[in-house]
DNA sequence: TCTTTTTATCGTAATATTGCAATATAATTA
DNA sequence: TAATTATATTGCAATATTACGATAAAAAGA
């Protein structure tokens, strides 16, 4: 086992499911705010800002592109990544949605 | 290693980790459009509902009231799960704050 | 009390994640 | 071309997650 049963499950829920693991932990999203913060692009200044180190944070980075939370643009040796509008996007629409609907219909509890 | 270093992230940073981090997961996040779909308080229907066997809900059940995203009360034999306002309002709260704080500032990608 | 029903917990196997040292790659500059 | 700079990849150890069978616990009814 420990493999998760992706099949079972519609297409929106796994992306939702993969697009929210992306972020689902501290130094992503620090990354995040990070990249959100400072106004222009900065590229490896997010290895000096964050006490990890230089592997561990490209792999952090590889994840947020992969989810596409974030681009990145190659500059000379170095790459600017920044923030990518569509996956912050959906991650707004889906928490507004929901909590839209659940606000809606009355619960119980 | 393999273990999230949270004593270098801010207590923000690591409370919306493990927020995000409970709903990482189709199962859970289908837990919560389920319960956020019906109108009353299901309670072990969602074993009927979903393909996992009722251990592997009862822990993902676990994790989502941990993070503080579902609540649960005792009716006799069973429980009455219905989701938590307070945890949905958090998540949208912060995909919304973190929204126009990237929209204000004009990225260069 | 003894079942029945419902949910939680334990134990465990399979897999995934986290982090980093070492190293590779790729573009720039001397 | 050689050295430098910036980033990615590999390999691995430590830990976490996922899933479920077996079993426990807790309340209700016979």
Same mark, same amino acid.
């Given at each position: 086992?420990? /493999?998760?049963?992706?099949?079972?499950?519609? +297409?929106?829920?796994?992306?939702?499911?993969?697009?929210?693991?992306?972020?689902?932990?501290?130094?992503?999203?620090? @990354?995040?705010? *990070?990249? =959100?913060?400072? !106004? &222009? =692009? @900065?590229?490896?200044?997010? /290895? !000096?800002?964050?006490?990890? &180190? $230089?592997?561990?944070? &490209?792999?952090?980075?590889?994840?947020?592109? !992969?989810?596409?939370?974030?681009?990145?643009?190659?500059?000379?040796? &170095?790459? =600017? *990544?920044? @923030? +990518?509008?569509?996956? @912050?996007?959906?991650? %707004?629409? *889906?928490? !507004? $949605?929901?909590?839209? %609907?659940?606000? +809606?219909?009355? $619960? =119980?509890?």
């Amino acid at each position: 086992m420990g /493999v998760t049963k992706t099949e079972h499950f519609t +297409d929106t829920q796994n992306e939702m499911a993969i697009l929210i693991k992306a972020l689902a932990h501290p130094a992503r999203i620090a @990354i995040m705010e *990070y990249l =959100c913060e400072v !106004n &222009s =692009c @900065i590229c490896g200044e997010i /290895v !000096n800002e964050l006490p990890l &180190s $230089q592997p561990t944070i &490209s792999q952090h980075l590889k994840e947020l592109k !992969n989810a596409g939370l974030i681009k990145g643009t190659v500059e000379g040796t &170095s790459i =600017c *990544y920044c @923030i +990518d509008e569509k996956g @912050i996007a959906k991650l %707004q629409t *889906y928490f !507004n $949605q929901f909590a839209t %609907q659940f606000l +809606d219909k009355k $619960q =119980c509890c």
